[in-house]
């Protein structure tokens, strides 16, 4: 058995890819679709930022084969935090000319909130802002369509691997017709990811000096891990634009029928 086909097989039976500097690294094939078919797994990766990729994960990654890199961070974000890529990458990396983030600017911490419902607050509102984020929509738009023009393995992650990276795996799957539920189960695996330590010692010293305070493990939580209604915040706003989500996808995204039919036979067996 080759490598590529050890490490596929071996993310299979645990999606997540054993790294020591690289946070929820994972493929995110494998679920059931309504017609019956399988999204197929060994194609379609999801992580965070490669900043702190060792040696070790980079020789990890390298059997997987991946070809191309859709890195949802903006100008700022990669400029501060370049990632390392396997020796010899030859792929193609696309990313967008600006910035991405879907943060609010500036939230104010009111005395009486705890640490939690700051966290929690702001989550959503990043969320709220994403449908509607022009940086975004042409980034998940860009993915879709190099998804199809590219062959081989892709990778697609955002500093965390979690917001961007989870809504446009949502994306995805919701047009290869996996359900709802398992729609959901893949954006809330993030949560069971074994390397939220990396997440943490990456984020939170940074946050905190922002926020003056110090986040304790519940709000940390909230930050870096995701919430089922963060994602339905996200799929209520970008539906009430639209009709619904489909209507969003089409008429935001630009997902036709040939690129929804293209998909579907690229990544569905």
């Keep these: ?11 299979i039976r645990d ?41 070790e994960d980079l020789a990890a990654i390298a059997p997987l084969g991946i070809h191309t890199v859709i890195d949802l961070r903006g100008e700022s974000e990669r400029s501060a935090n370049p990632c390392r890529r396997v020796q010899g990458f ?10 991405t983030t879907s943060s609010p600017p500036h939230m104010d911490i009111d005395p009486e909130m705890t640490a939690s419902d700051f ?24 993915y879709l369509n190099i998804l199809v023009e590219r ?13 961007r990276t989870g809504v446009a795996a949502t994306m995805l799957l919701h047009i290869l017709g996996v359900s709802e539920d398992d729609q959901r189960r893949e954006f809330l695996r993030t949560n069971e990811s074994p390397t ?31 919430r089922e209604e963060y994602l339905d915040r996200y799929l209520e706003i970008a539906s009430e634009r639209h ?4 209507g969003y996808l089409e008429k935001a995204i630009g997902v036709d029928d ?12």
């Design 119 to 142: 966290a929690r607050e702001r989550m959503l509102a990043v969320y709220t802002r994403m449908p509607d984020n022009p940086a975004m929509i042409d980034m998940f738009g860009r």
């Design 1 to 11: 058995m080759s490598r590529r086909a050890a490490t596929v097989a071996r993310m």
């Design 258 to 269: 040939a690129l929804r039919d293209a998909l579907i036979a690229r990544f569905v067996a």
């Design 151 to 163: 062959e081989g393995a892709s990778l697609v992650h955002c500093y965390a691997g979690k917001d």
């Design 243 to 246: 009709g619904s989500f489909d």
């Design 90 to 99: 030859d792929g193609e990396v696309v990313f967008y000319e600006g910035e």
């Design 15 to 55: 999606p997540f890819l054993e790294t020591q500097g690289i946070h929820n690294f994972r493929d995110y094939g494998g679920w059931k679709t309504r017609g019956g078919g399988t999204v197929k797994t060994g194609l379609l990766y999801r992580s965070g930022h490669h900043v702190e990729a060792t040696d």
């Design 196 to 226: 939220f330590d990396i997440l943490a010692r990456q984020s939170l010293p940074g946050i905190e000096a922002r926020l003056g305070r110090k986040l304790d493990e519940g709000a940390a939580k909230d930050l870096l891990g995701v």
